[in-house]
C-alpha cells in the first residue's frame, strides 16, 4: 500500500489559494488619496499595514529587527577563544599529573616550564609549540588545539569545513592546501584580465577537481566569487567587531592552525584575491555583541551573514527607494531567517501589489505620476454608496420602498431579483445568465425548461433558477441637473471635513452614473475662486492654505450649468463650514474680505436668488457649531425657500445623498422645515 503525505504548499503561490481581495486594499488606498496622498504613496501605506488576517511590510520588518536584536543579545564573538583555552588547560593538568609521577630532573624542569606559561592562552599555545609532552592525554589535547584552530579558521570562509575536517587526515590537509592554492590561482587569473574563455575552462577544471568542497554547486566563477567574498567579508566584519586584545590573540593563535602557518598564508592570499574583485562586499562594518553564548570562528561568521541577509530584508521591507517593489524581497532569505510562513505573507503582499498595477485600478498620467483609474473610482464610489445606504436604511422609522420608480421609464439596466421586487423580467438576461450558468454547471436539464415532455421527443431547454432572474430597472421621468457645491477651504482639511467632503461627492457621483444617468451632476469645489471638477480631480485635490470661501463664484458656476439644461428640475447643494470671505468683481478679479464684508454677501445673495428664480431646489448642508454661521446659513435657505440640514460629519454622505432623492419629485418640500421630507428619500427612495 502507498502512502501519501499531505502538508504546507511552500514551493511557490498555492495554486488552491482563493484570488486576492483588492476590495479592501482599494478603499484603504481611496481613503488614503482623499485625505491628500498619492496613490502611489497610499498603495506603499496598505502594504505596509496589510490588512484584515493579513500581516503587512511592517509585521515583517518588526519580526527582523527582534530576529537581529536576539542575535546580538544572545552570543558574543570568544567562543573559538574559549575552546582553547579549556583544551590548554586540559592539556596542562594532564600533562602535570604525568610529571608529578616522574622523578627525573627534566620532569621538574617542564614543571618550572608549565608554572611560568605567560597568562595570555594565544602566547602560552606559542610557547608550548615545541614543548616534548610526556602524556598522551596532555598531547592529544593540544593536538586538537591546532585540528581546532584549523578548522574554525577553514570554516569562516568556507561553510561547514569545521564538521567536514573532524578527524581530518594528513592526506585532508594536503588536499586542502592544494585546492586553496588552486583557487588562487583562478582568482589571481582573474584579476590579471585573463580572456573569459580561458577563465570559463579554469573555473570547470577547478570544481571537477574540487568540487567536493562546495556542496553549493555553484554554476559559474561569479557565483563561486559572490558566495566566497560574501563569506570571507562576513569573517572580516568579525574580526572588527572583537576587541584589539581579542583580535591580537586570534591572530596570533592562527599561526598554530594545523600546526603550520601555511594555512594562514593561503588564507591571507585568498581575502587579498577576494576584497580585489568584490570591493562592493561589507569589510569595514562590524557589531556589537553582548550576550553569554560563546560563537567559534564559523559559527560567528555565519551570525555575522546572518546579521547581514537581516539588514538587506530590513532594506527591501522598508521599500523606501526609488522603483522598490515587493519582488526585491529574498524568499530564500526570508525563509532562513524567519521560517516559510513568512514566505507566504510576503508572497501574498507581492501578489496583491501586482494585482493592484495590473487590474486597471492604477494608471499613469503623461508627466508619470501615478493616479486612480475610472475603473477604480466606479469601485470606491460602489462601496461609499453602499455605506451611505446603510446608514440611510438604518434610521428609524423608515422602511425598504422596493416597489418605487416601478411606473417609470426603463433606464436600460437590469439587475437581480430580490424577494418583493415587482419590476418586470429582463427576459434576454434572465435566459443568457440560465444558459452561461448550465454551459460552466454542466448539461441543461434534458427534461426542458418546464420539466415536461419525453426525453428526445424535442431539443432539451435550459432549467431557470431564482439566481438567473434579472428585473429591469426603472426610473422616474424626471430629469434633474445637479450642482454639488463643495467647500474646499483650508479650514475643511483642518476640522477634520476634507475626507468626508470628497467620499459624499464621490457617493453621489456614482449614484447618478449607475442608477439615474438621465441626471447631469455638475461638481463644483469652492475656495479663494471656484472651478468646476471632475471626481477624479476632486477626490485628489490636496489641501492648499488658501484664504477664502467664495460661494458668490460658486453660484455663477452652478447657475450656468442650470441654464445649460433648462428642461432638468436644477438641485442645489451646497456644502460649507464657513460664511463666504471672497467674490468676483465685475472684472474677474477675486475680492477677499474677512469678516466678510456686506458686498460679498449681497453678491453672493443674488446669486442664490437667481438660482431660486430658475426653479432650483436647494440645499445647504452647514457643518460646524459656529452660531454665526447658523444665523447666516438659515437666512440664505429662507430666501429661496431652501432647507439647511447640520449633520455629524459621519453622516454628511447620507444627508446629500437623499437630498438629492428627495429633491426630484413634486412634494420634496412637504415636510417641516423640508427636514422630514428629505429623510424620506422622496420619490427615489426605492433605491435604499
Not at 518588526?62 to 543579545?73: P, Q, S, T
Not at 583555552?85 to 620532569?107: T, Y
Not at 594562514?264 to 562594518?285: F, I, T, V
Request: hydrophobic share 35%; with cysteine; glycine share 10%.
Amino acid at each position: 500500500m502507498s502512502r501519501t503525505r499531505y502538508g504546507r504548499y511552500v514551493d511557490g503561490p498555492d495554486p488552491l489559494a482563493p484570488p486576492v481581495d483588492l476590495a479592501e486594499a482599494l478603499e484603504a488606498i481611496g481613503e488614503e488619496v482623499m485625505s491628500g496622498r498619492s496613490p502611489e504613496r497610499a498603495m506603499r501605506e496598505f502594504l505596509r499595514r496589510g490588512g484584515r488576517g493579513q500581516q503587512g511590510l511592517d509585521d515583517l520588518a518588526r519580526r527582523v529587527a527582534e530576529r537581529r536584536r536576539d542575535l546580538l543579545e544572545r552570543h558574543r564573538l570568544d567562543g573559538t577563544m574559549q575552546q582553547v583555552k579549556e583544551l590548554l588547560d586540559k592539556a596542562v593538568l594532564a600533562e602535570r599529573k604525568q610529571l608529578a609521577r616522574d622523578l627525573d630532573d627534566e620532569a621538574r624542569f617542564a614543571e618550572m616550564r608549565l608554572g611560568n606559561l605567560p597568562p595570555s592562552t594565544a602566547a602560552a599555545v606559542t610557547e608550548l609549540s615545541d614543548y616534548p609532552w610526556r602524556s598522551s592525554d596532555a598531547r592529544e589535547a593540544y593536538e586538537e588545539i591546532k585540528d581546532l584552530l584549523g578548522r574554525e579558521l577553514l570554516d569562516q570562509r568556507f561553510a561547514g569545513m569545521k564538521q567536514a575536517l573532524e578527524n581530518a587526515t594528513d592526506e585532508d590537509r594536503r588536499r586542502i592546501n592544494e585546492m586553496l592554492d588552486d583557487l588562487n590561482s583562478l582568482l589571481e587569473a582573474h584579476r590579471s584580465g585573463a580572456p573569459r574563455d580561458t577563465l570559463d575552462e579554469m573555473f570547470r577544471d577547478f570544481m571537477a577537481k574540487h568540487g567536493d568542497f562546495f556542496p553549493e554547486q555553484p554554476q559559474s566563477l561569479d557565483e563561486l566569487l559572490d558566495a566566497l567574498a560574501q563569506r570571507a567579508a562576513a569573517a572580516q566584519r568579525m574580526l572588527n567587531s572583537m576587541s584589539q586584545e581579542q583580535r591580537e590573540e586570534l591572530l596570533s593563535l592562527s599561526q598554530q592552525a594545523f600546526g603550520s602557518p601555511q594555512l594562514m598564508d593561503q588564507l591571507g592570499r585568498l581575502d587579498e584575491n577576494l576584497r580585489a574583485l568584490r570591493p562592493g562586499e561589507d569589510w569595514g562594518g562590524s557589531e556589537s555583541f553582548e550576550g553569554e553564548q560563546g560563537l567559534g570562528l564559523g559559527d560567528g561568521t555565519g551570525v555575522l551573514q546572518d546579521l547581514a541577509d537581516l539588514d538587506d530584508l530590513a532594506e527591501a521591507l522598508a521599500q523606501s527607494y526609488d522603483g522598490a517593489r515587493l519582488d526585491d524581497v529574498d524568499l530564500d532569505q526570508l525563509a532562513r531567517q524567519l521560517g516559510p510562513e513568512a514566505v507566504v505573507d510576503a508572497r501574498t503582499l507581492a501578489e496583491l501589489e501586482r494585482a493592484l498595477r495590473q487590474s486597471g485600478y492604477l494608471r499613469r498620467t503623461s508627466d508619470g505620476q501615478l493616479t486612480l483609474s475610472p475603473k477604480a473610482m466606479r469601485q470606491l464610489g460602489k462601496a461609499l454608496l453602499r455605506d451611505v445606504a446603510d446608514r440611510m436604511s438604518a434610521r428609524p422609522g423608515q422602511r425598504d420602498q422596493r416597489q418605487a420608480g416601478a411606473a417609470g421609464e426603463l433606464s436600460g439596466a437590469s439587475r437581480e431579483w430580490e424577494f418583493g421586487d415587482t419590476q418586470p423580467w429582463d427576459v434576454t438576461r434572465t435566459v443568457t445568465n440560465a444558459v452561461l450558468r448550465s454551459a460552466s454547471g454542466g448539461a441543461a436539464d434534458p427534461a426542458g425548461a418546464a420539466g415536461e415532455g419525453r426525453r428526445g421527443s424535442r431539443p432539451s431547454g435550459i432549467r431557470l433558477d431564482l439566481r438567473d432572474v434579472e428585473v429591469a430597472e426603472t426610473e422616474s421621468r424626471t430629469r434633474a441637473a445637479v450642482a454639488l457645491l463643495a467647500d474646499t477651504s483650508f479650514s475643511m482639511a483642518m476640522d477634520g471635513r476634507w475626507v468626508p467632503m470628497k467620499r459624499t461627492a464621490l457617493a453621489l457621483h456614482h449614484l447618478v452614473r449607475t442608477r439615474f444617468r438621465g441626471d447631469h451632476l455638475e461638481l463644483i469645489g469652492f475656495g479663494r475662486t471656484a472651478r468646476t471638477m471632475d471626481i477624479e480631480e476632486l477626490t485628489a485635490l490636496d489641501a492648499l492654505w488658501d484664504k477664502g470661501t467664495n460661494l458668490h463664484h460658486a453660484l455663477l458656476l452652478a447657475n450656468r450649468h442650470f441654464r445649460r439644461h433648462p428642461s432638468a428640475q436644477p438641485v442645489l447643494l451646497v456644502v460649507t463650514d464657513g460664511e463666504p470671505t471672497s467674490h468676483l468683481t465685475s472684472s474677474g478679479e477675486t475680492w477677499f474680505s474677512y469678516p466678510p464684508s456686506s458686498l460679498t454677501i449681497a453678491c453672493t445673495i443674488r446669486e442664490l436668488e437667481a438660482a431660486g428664480r430658475l426653479g432650483a431646489r436647494t440645499t445647504f448642508f452647514r457643518l460646524g457649531e459656529d452660531p454665526g454661521l447658523a444665523r447666516f446659513v438659515d437666512q440664505m435657505a429662507r430666501r429661496v425657500d431652501g432647507r439647511v440640514v447640520a449633520p455629524e460629519v459621519d453622516d454628511l454622505g447620507a444627508a446629500v445623498v437623499s437630498s438629492y432623492l428627495g429633491d426630484r419629485g413634486p412634494s420634496a418640500y412637504g415636510g417641516p422645515g423640508g427636514y422630514q421630507s428629505m429623510w424620506g428619500w422622496g420619490e427615489r427612495g426605492g433605491w435604499v
